[in-house]
């Protein structure tokens, strides 16, 4: 069974930077995308990233592009998502999404 679980989130001001990682545990290959999504109880779920197995050709919504990078790290089985330049509207619940798994969530606070 696939199991995701998301780390790295946490409070900072706007400009500031956070770098979450998602862990993936439960499948022995990697050949499958990944995907970051946040959450808000204004805008619902909204997808902000996604990687293929191979870590090219990144996709980025619109409002975080720019700004934020997704990446992996396929010998640790681990996703990335490099926020810089953090805004308030960033503010959220953020998500990683493999395989039709999703993880439990990380906060991320950013204050003006």
């Known amino acids: 069974q696939v199991q995701l679980v998301e780390s790295g989130g946490g409070s900072v001001q706007a400009g500031g930077s956070l770098e979450l990682s998602c862990a993936v545990s439960g499948r022995t290959t990697n050949d499958y995308s990944m995907r970051w999504f946040r959450q808000t109880p204004e805008k619902g779920r909204e997808f902000v990233a996604a990687i293929n197995w191979s870590g090219s050709n990144p996709v980025y919504n619109d409002p975080v592009k720019g700004r934020f990078t997704i990446s992996r790290n396929n010998a640790k089985n681990t996703g990335y998502l490099q926020m810089n330049s953090l805004k308030v509207e960033d503010t959220g619940v953020y998500y990683c999404?493999?395989?039709?798994?999703w993880g439990l969530g990380t906060q991320v606070t950013v204050s003006s």
């Open positions: 999404n493999a395989l039709q798994a």
